[in-house]
C-alpha cells in the first residue's frame, strides 16, 4: 500500500487550509488515494473490527449498532502511507505547528440499523479555542465505502468549533441550540480516496444507516503541542516498526515504542452516544 495520487500543490495553500479549519471547520482532500489502496484498508478495518468484536472491551459501542475501535498502527498496512501524505501534513504543520504529535489511530463502522446520534462534539473545548480562538487538535477521516443517502453519513454544522457550551453540557448542546446546527447541516458523501480533516469541536452526528451495508471510516487523530488528547489513547508500536520509518515520520508519533504490542484498553466512551435517537 504506497501508491497514493497527489493532489495540485494549490490544495496545499495554508490560507485555504487554515481559512476551511477556521472557518466551516471541516476541509477534505478529493481523490487522495487510489481505489485500490482503499479496498485494501477497507480489508484490514474489517480484519480488525472482526478481531475486536471477539475481544471482551475490543470495541467500544455508540449506540446501537456503531462502533469504535482504536488500533495498534502497525496493524494497518498503509498507515504510513496516510501519515506522510504531502495533504496530511501540510494540514497538521498549517494548523497545529511544524511540532505536531499524532496521538489517535482507529475506526468508526456505522453499521445497518445504526440510529442517528445527538449533535455533539468529540470532548469540551480547551481554553486554547474557547479564550485564545486557536485550534489544537484536528481529526482525520478515510472513508472505505462510497458513501450514499442511505449509508448515514457523516453531518457537521459547519462553524460550530467556537460555540461556547459553558452553563450545560460541553459536549452535548442542549435543545436551544438545536435550530441553529439544523438549520446548518451538511451531510458528507465522501467516496473512496477522499481524505477528509476537521475540528472534533466543529458540532456533529452520524445519521441513521437505513442501507443494507456498514460504514467504515479510518480515525486519525492529532494535537498541537499543548494538545491533551494523547492522555484519552494509547498510541503503542514496537520497535522494529518504529525504526522502520523515516524519521521525520517518527518524530510526529506520540506512541510508546514497545518490544511487544499490549491489548488495547479502549478508553474514550462518550456516554452521551450510547443510545442512539430515532429518524
Same mark, same amino acid.
Given at each position: ?7 495540485? *500543490? ?8 487554515? =481559512? ?30 472482526e478481531e475486536a468484536l471477539a475481544t471482551p472491551g475490543g470495541a ?36 497545529? =505547528? ?23 462534539? *468529540? ?116 520497535? =522494529? ?30 456516554? =452521551? ?7
Amino acid at each position: 500500500m504506497n501508491n497514493p495520487t497527489f493532489p495540485p *500543490d494549490s490544495k496545499y495553500e495554508v490560507a485555504s487550509i487554515m =481559512g476551511g479549519l477556521y472557518g466551516d471547520g471541516f476541509i477534505a482532500c478529493k481523490g487522495a488515494f487510489s481505489r485500490e489502496w482503499v479496498y485494501e484498508l477497507g480489508a484490514d478495518i474489517a480484519m480488525l473490527f472482526e478481531e475486536a468484536l471477539a475481544t471482551p472491551g475490543g470495541a467500544l459501542a455508540r449506540g446501537p449498532s456503531r462502533y469504535y475501535v482504536e488500533i495498534h498502527p502497525e496493524r494497518l498496512s498503509g498507515f504510513a502511507d496516510i501519515i506522510s501524505h504531502p495533504w496530511v501534513v501540510a494540514v497538521c504543520r498549517a494548523v497545529l =505547528g511544524p511540532d505536531y504529535k499524532v496521538v489517535e489511530a482507529g475506526f468508526d463502522v456505522p453499521g445497518p440499523g445504526a440510529m442517528k446520534q445527538p449533535w455533539h462534539r *468529540d470532548f469540551p473545548s480547551p481554553e486554547a479555542t474557547l479564550v485564545g480562538r486557536r485550534l489544537n487538535s484536528l481529526a482525520f477521516n478515510i472513508t472505505t465505502v462510497d458513501v450514499t443517502e442511505e449509508m448515514g453519513p457523516f453531518e457537521i454544522a459547519p462553524g460550530t468549533q467556537w460555540d461556547d457550551l459553558t452553563g450545560g453540557d460541553l459536549m452535548f448542546p442542549g435543545p436551544e441550540w438545536s435550530e441553529r446546527y439544523e438549520a446548518r447541516a451538511q451531510k458528507k458523501l465522501a467516496q473512496m480516496g477522499d481524505i477528509s480533516a476537521r475540528s472534533a469541536l466543529t458540532i456533529h452526528r452520524g445519521t441513521a444507516n437505513r442501507s443494507q451495508r456498514s460504514r467504515p471510516v479510518f480515525v486519525l487523530g492529532v494535537d498541537a503541542p499543548d494538545g491533551t488528547n494523547a492522555d484519552k489513547h494509547d498510541l503503542q508500536v514496537t520497535r =522494529g516498526y518504529y525504526e522502520s520509518l523515516p524519521q521525520e515520520v517518527r518524530r510526529h508519533l506520540a506512541a510508546r515504542v514497545v518490544d511487544r504490542l499490549d491489548p488495547i484498553v479502549q478508553g474514550h466512551a462518550i456516554e =452521551g452516544l450510547k443510545m442512539g435517537q430515532m429518524g
